[in-house]
């Protein structure tokens, strides 16, 4: 406490050396503290489930594709997923969920939508969660004719006004008696993503059909997330290896809809932001980067201070203090230092992650990025490990004081001196180096996120306003009654003031949802295992027209392409240049494997072809896409999109108003501008892009007060040399290139150093680039010209001071 004391008295006295130091140190550990938040919520809390370490995601990917086709987004058909519980030796359980479930609550006249998920009988006991009230499934109720449903506790307190004697009562969802048999704990939520279900009822609507097979009965139909729970000691090596094995006998035993497919074996916290984790990753390595410079930065400020100070610490030991008092005397001014720049990083940190939260992308528990005990935590340790780290060098070379050349009053340019400068200009070396490495890096990222962000989508989402309606199945059982509901919608849309068009589709583009079918050509077929993908998408006639998506040969639909219509598809730019090289499409006939009706899926007549859309991602080049009449492929979930001059506002008012002048029973939800899921869809290159960037000028600040630190040092021991050379004639201009000169020697050899690190790290930012190659000439010359710029007119203050010196004054104490 004594070391304590006197180390802050000693730092009161030098204010601005200590706001520097702090405020470097609030630079380098609030910028690890704000990813750090992210990273702790995303990425290393543990899930809040029984023993999280044991469940695992079943993935199934295309063979052909390789590594490549393995989508941690995949999904399973849950015929194959029966044969993986019946069939193998090392899961507890396997469950299925998939968010194909009651949508629709019905309160006395009104109706509110729900996020529903259909889910195994057995999902809570795989998870280990109780329901706080009731009970969860039983395993029957998984069979066709159970009507069965848990509460999330939000919903059960907002809508069911928390009445603790719901369990046993009856519930209208989707104009169906539903029994509530539970009600969740606090928070809890599967699967975690930005939407949390509200509701979970059992497999047995999907296993129930009105016309043809039954959803869970088609073997192929990939429609289902799948966990599993690993058995004690087993461990993930072995479950991918028996997993193979399953996968190879089926693909034997269905060669019709498991020729190519295998599965992989993930653990389930990875599997679920697999998307993000390398961008994650990469975050945390530059905010690594960040504090290491202003580590740097605050080694060179001490070793200053200990210089200046070495008549004082020369002192001390003269009088007996030995090498660890004083090595602990001035670690404990560093440790006070690195907790002050802590807290007001931490400060900082919390400020900044609120301020970020509209930019950041939809992950999963990216709504829980909060200043826990965690993130304090790591503060603290690395408060006190930057200032160890920045501290411990300066307070080793201070304790070892040349006594008798530090207490002579005309010692000048002492050997520790220059030693101490020799050690400086090396640390800027390192920061220069660093530096440049995040300013490439920066560079790279923004250039990439520029390109992505002029991507063209395919369509024109500027004053588009949409949202998700969607029809009770029973009140609308058929898909005829389906078709009519939305045609009188649209109808009503359109003639709506101020209303240019309104049309409706299965799929918002780039909201992250598509459907794949398989197809086939009818001129020249092929068996089904081989048959080709494409994106799929059901569509009013007005679809293209809204959406300003361009037609390039053909016809769009039209109200005539009704159900009793000839069957007929549009296609993209791709599909016809991917399966018809050299050929005229229109008038040609494929089958896409899917039907809303029994038998056979249509043949469909190709009487249209449209410019490629980004359904997906802006990064990816865009799939071959399918589009069908939605009359004659109807369902009761559709997007509405609305183009118009009116406000967003005024145009959900309308939507509403519309949907309850034909059916107020129907909900209205996820109303959003399509800029927005525009927007969403970048928001992940766009984080990377804004905080690299911010750290890289953080770092390139730093390194060129650095440079500029070492510079006005050096001229400053250097003055009685300076003088001499003015004496025996030296000019201005010699002074003043040989202070530059020194200055942008240590600058070359730090720009040299930088060019190899980029090279290593373009290596890891490669997978996280769009259009942009990692070593990218001009973007790495443009940084080092930046850099060289900003270090010239650090190195040029001091060079001006030098240039300035009064012999007579600067030799006057000889």
Not at 500 to 505: K, L, R
Not at 539 to 558: C, N, S
Not at 758 to 781: K, S
Request: proline residues 7%; aromatic residues 8%.
């Amino acid at each position: 406490m004594r070391n304590f004391r006197f180390a802050l008295r000693q730092l009161l006295k030098n204010p601005a050396f200590t706001i520097i130091v702090i405020s470097t140190f609030a630079l380098g550990i609030g910028a690890n503290s704000a990813v750090f938040s992210v990273v702790n919520a995303v990425l290393l809390r543990p899930l809040p489930f029984a023993r999280p370490a044991e469940l695992a995601a079943l993935l199934p990917y295309d063979l052909r594709l390789g590594p490549k086709g393995l989508d941690t987004a995949s999904t399973s058909s849950y015929p194959d997923v029966r044969d993986w519980r019946f069939q193998n030796q090392v899961f507890e359980r396997i469950s299925v969920y998939t968010n194909q479930s009651v949508t629709t609550l019905s309160l006395g006249s009104q109706a509110i939508h729900v996020q529903g998920e259909s889910v195994s009988a057995n999902l809570f006991a795989l998870l280990g969660i109780a329901p706080m009230l009731g009970r969860t499934f039983v395993e029957e109720e998984d069979r066709p004719g159970h009507r069965v449903i848990i509460l999330s506790y939000e919903l059960w307190r907002e809508r069911f006004g928390a009445d603790r004697n719901i369990v046993g009562t009856t519930a209208i969802f989707d104009g169906e008696k539903f029994e509530v048999v539970g009600v969740m704990p606090p928070r809890f939520a599967f699967p975690i993503s930005s939407v949390p279900p509200e509701v979970w009822t059992t497999m047995s609507m999907l296993s129930e059909s009105r016309e043809g097979t039954p959803m869970t009965e088609q073997r192929g139909n990939y429609f289902l997330g799948c966990i599993a729970r690993l058995k004690p000691g087993v461990s993930l090596d072995q479950a991918q290896a028996n997993m193979d094995t399953i996968s190879a006998a089926l693909r034997q035993q269905y060669p019709d809809s498991n020729t190519n497919v295998n599965v992989k074996v993930l653990p389930f916290s990875r599997a679920m932001v697999a998307d993000s984790r390398s961008a994650l990753l990469m975050l945390c390595a530059m905010a690594g980067c960040v504090l290491l410079v202003a580590c740097v930065n605050v080694v060179n400020l001490l070793l200053a201070r200990a210089v200046s100070r070495q008549r004082e610490i020369s002192i001390r030991s003269a009088l007996g203090a030995g090498r660890w008092q004083v090595v602990k005397q001035l670690l404990a001014e560093s440790a006070l230092l690195g907790v002050a720049g802590g807290t007001i990083g931490l400060v900082a940190a919390i400020w900044t992650v609120d301020s970020l939260k509209s930019f950041l992308p939809q992950i999963p528990r990216i709504g829980q990025v909060s200043p826990d005990l965690g993130v304090i935590a790591f503060t603290a340790f690395m408060s006190l490990a930057a200032a160890v780290i920045a501290g411990l060098l300066p307070a080793w070379r201070a304790s070892h004081p040349n006594i008798a050349g530090a207490l002579n009053e005309s010692a000048r340019g002492s050997s520790e001196a220059g030693h101490s400068h020799r050690t400086r200009a090396v640390l800027v070396v390192a920061e220069i180096t660093l530096a440049l490495m995040l300013l490439a890096s920066a560079g790279l990222l923004i250039q990439s996120f520029v390109r992505l962000h002029n991507v063209n989508p395919g369509f024109n989402p500027t004053n588009i306003v949409t949202a998700r309606v969607a029809l009770p199945d029973a009140s609308y059982p058929k898909p005829d009654q389906a078709s009519e509901f939305f045609r009188k919608l649209l109808v009503d849309l359109s003639h709506s003031p101020g209303v240019d068009s309104a049309a409706a589709a299965w799929w918002i583009p780039l909201s992250g949802s598509e459907i794949v079918f398989n197809f086939d050509i009818q001129e020249r077929p092929v068996p089904k295992p081989q048959q080709p993908l494409a994106q799929v998408n059901a569509v009013t006639p007005a679809y293209f027209k809204t959406l300003r998506v361009p037609l390039l040969r053909g016809r769009e639909f039209t109200e005539r392409d009704s159900k009793t219509a000839p069957p007929v598809a549009i296609v993209t730019e791709s599909f016809a240049k991917q399966f018809f090289p050299g050929e005229d499409p229109l008038g040609k006939r494929i089958i896409p494997n899917g039907s809303i009706e029994p038998g056979d899926p249509p043949v469909r007549e190709i009487v249209g072809i449209v410019g490629d859309m980004h359904l997906i991602s802006l990064d990816a080049a865009p799939k071959p896409q399918i589009y069908v009449p939605h009359d004659q492929f109807g369902i009761g979930s559709v997007a509405v999109f609305v183009r118009s001059q009116l406000s967003s506002s005024a145009v959900m008012a309308a939507l509403h108003n519309a949907v309850n002048r034909i059916d107020s029973g129907v909900p209205v939800y996820r109303m959003r501008t399509l800029p927005d899921y525009l927007s969403k869809s970048i928001a992940q290159p766009r984080l990377n892009a804004m905080l690299v960037g911010l750290f890289a000028v953080i770092a390139l600040l730093l390194a060129a007060a650095g440079i500029f630190g070492v510079m006005s040092y050096s001229v400053t021991q250097r003055t009685q040399e300076i003088g001499i050379r003015f004496a025996l004639g030296a000019q201005r201009k010699h002074v003043l290139g040989l202070v530059l000169g020194d200055g942008m020697k240590l600058v070359g050899i730090g720009l040299a150093l930088g060019i190899v690190g980029i090279a290593v790290v373009g290596r890891v930012l490669q997978a996280l680039l769009y259009g942009t190659a990692a070593t990218d000439v001009p973007t790495i010359v443009g940084v080092s010209v930046l850099l060289v710029f900003v270090a010239l007119i650090a190195c040029w203050w001091p060079a001006r001071r030098a240039s300035g010196v009064d012999p007579i004054i600067a030799l006057r104490a000889e």
